[in-house]
């Protein structure tokens, strides 16, 4: 079948978000709280087991804080940080301070001129994604993207396949004529469990990870077209 869609994962395969904007936007959020929860790198690499923000605040709160959870308010308390930390995860954005990852605009711009169609699946909240756009990836036309999946518009977040299984149904197209590229071993279980070839491109918190079933495990994007990407889709 022939290669119709290519469809981006956001943090850590178009830019790399997780470090430089997720992490130390938890960590404004509790402070702003005053909560002396602080996580460090090598805490956040742990927790992005589980994607997600809200769902990640939780994980910690079992793992870390177990009281926490047995308060009858903790649900709005989750949410109402998690608010927070988009208020400031979109304000660090605005600062201008993070790159695209290499090769992504050259390819997004590539795959748009062949008349490729472009969607995102993503765990990250709406507003992250807007943010990314107008700062990150300006140099793109703000509607590259035809569809956008994320945040909370499946109630499963990746690794179940549900976001992929969204986004292909707005395109109207099977797994099989879309690529889809990520950075994670989740993304990457999501991707292929609604039948998308997968791209892996590794980011700084996903190395060491092990992604079986991927078209190619690459280091970045550099030099990577469409051309290229046909080659490794499956046909
Ligand atoms: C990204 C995530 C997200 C972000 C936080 O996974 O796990 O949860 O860390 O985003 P993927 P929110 O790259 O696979 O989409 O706080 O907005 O949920
Ligand atoms: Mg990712």
């Known amino acids: 079948m022939n290669l119709e869609a290519v469809i981006f994962d956001v943090d850590g395969t178009l830019a790399d978000t997780e470090r430089d904007g997720h992490r130390p936007a938890f960590n404004a959020a509790f402070r702003q709280a005053g909560l002396p929860w602080v996580w460090d790198e090598r805490l956040y690499g742990e927790l992005l087991a589980v994607t997600g923000g ?10 870390f804080q177990p ?62 994604v807007d943010a990314l ?49 990520e950075d994670s071993a989740n993304g990457l279980r999501a991707a292929l469990g609604a039948a998308i070839p997968t791209l892996v491109t590794v980011s700084s918190t996903t190395r060491g990870e092990s992604f079986d079933g991927a078209l190619a495990v690459l280091p970045n994007l550099a030099g990577v077209n469409p051309a290229r990407l046909r080659q490794w889709h499956p046909g």
């Open 54 to 63: 809200k769902e990640r605040i939780r994980h910690y709160l079992e793992r």
């Open 67 to 128: 009281t926490w959870l047995a308060r009858p308010d903790i649900d709005a308390t989750i949410a109402e940080l998690h608010r927070a930390k988009t208020r400031h995860y979109v304000e660090l954005m605005n600062r201008g301070d993070i790159p695209p990852r290499p090769g992504v605009v050259d390819l997004i711009r590539e795959l748009a001129a062949e008349g490729v169609r472009l969607a995102v699946a993503t765990t990250t909240s709406p507003e992250n």
């Open 133 to 181: 756009l107008a700062t990150t990836l300006r140099a793109l036309p703000a509607d590259s993207f035809e569809v956008i999946g994320a945040g909370d518009i499946v109630p499963a977040k990746k690794p179940a396949p549900d976001i992929y299984r969204w986004v292909l149904q707005q395109l109207d197209l099977p797994g099989a004529a879309c690529l889809a590229v």
